[in-house]
């Protein structure tokens, strides 16, 4: 089942006045019913007191004067008196009962009996008054005065909650306008939400859709971008397959026929590296943050292992690859992460510098640790880190790289909270790749 705010709200208000209107009829009722029985009880007593004054002289009242007419008779059960002398009922009210309403007490007494409020009052000779008022003609008053203050805030309930209705569905039209106006955009249209009335609750969530929008606009622009870059280099690579192909199926010569075999041998082992490299990137993405939380790696395993599957690489190029760390280390990235990174940069190294010594070192700096990869080369300018960390920027337009490795490197450590920089030779010190990484204190696999 949907739900609804417009309900919710008409729903709870309806509850609150109905609930409040029920509750204030309790109080009202209470209030007023303590207010009153006071006030007649104090009247019954002074009536009680007052007629006594009327058989002093020690002979009842004459009866006629307390007889009700045929329009009076409707107040008997209001209002009735007992006059007792020696234990018999001399006189009473027509309607009174023939036995004593409450106990003939040596003191003044008034109780709360079978739906009358009577007060007794000894006289002289063994003589006692009881004057009593029924219980019920209070109540029915009470219900009267109560029911009087009530009915108009009854009454009134409906329209109260007509004009409630109306307010929420004008406080809530802002929120229909803007359900509209998402709803009625094209799948292309990701510019931000801008007009209609501004509303303070729904600047928020303006706010978070805009966001979500420029995010969804940059990430499609990135895509694009990044699709049209693949094509570039994937139709730059079938077509360099094609041509070696077809040399090596029209050359006679079996010297040229196994130079053609051999480059499109090398654009082979190239395109399979590219794809594999675009699996990588394509699973990169900064805004959904780290996709392992609490992961480490020892830089010691993770390096030593590394550099012995690139021992082929640098033998290839000329390169000695050495690692001088002897102890654990451990960093806040998952081993496969770190990996990649490190094999990324000691790949570049590899290729791009001169012939002689790459070696991998790493050390503690308070809550990080900093990874040195030098080399025989030059090193990089800020300029040249810039521009080669773009997808498909190769150092050499001649090398069978794909152009995505510093990409590569760039996406996880921003992911993982890491960076990069690069060292220029200097005379005491060789050029480096430095990566700083959080440090962890747990165990890997911990």
Known sequence: MTFSIRRFLVASILIVILGGGLLLGILTYRTIYHELDEQYDAEL???????????????????????????????????????????????????????????????????????????SLPLSNNRWLILA????????????????????YLISVPFVMLLVWLAIRLGLSPLSDLARSVSRRSTDNLTPLTGGKQVRELEPVKE???ALLQRLDAGIEREKRFTADAAHELRTLLMVLRLHAENARSLSDPQLRDESLQGLQEAVGRAERMLEQLLVLARLDPAQGPPEQGACADILRVARDTLASLVPLGDRFNQQLVLSLEEPLLVAMPEEALQLVLRNLIDNACRYASPGVIQVNAERQGRQVSIEISDSGEGLSEEQWQRYRERFSRGHSDSDGAGLGLSIVNGLLSLYGGSLTYRKRCAQTPAAAIVLLPAATQKPGL
Do not use: C
């Open 45 to 119: 007593v002074q009536s009680a007191h007052l007629l006594a004054g009327f058989w002093q002289d020690g002979h009842p009242p004459e009866a006629s004067l307390s007889a009700l007419d045929s329009q009076e008779s409707r107040y008997l059960r209001y209002f009735i008196y007992q006059l007792w002398q020696s234990g018999k009922l001399v006189s009473a009210s027509e309607g009174s009962p023939e036995s004593p309403l409450v106990a003939l007490n040596e003191r003044p007494h008034y109780e709360e009996t079978k739906g009358w409020h009577a007060y």
């Open 133 to 152: 008022e029924s219980d019920y003609a209070r109540h029915s008053m009470v219900k009267n005065v109560a029911g009087s203050l009530l009915a108009p």
């Open 208 to 210: 978070a859709i805009n």
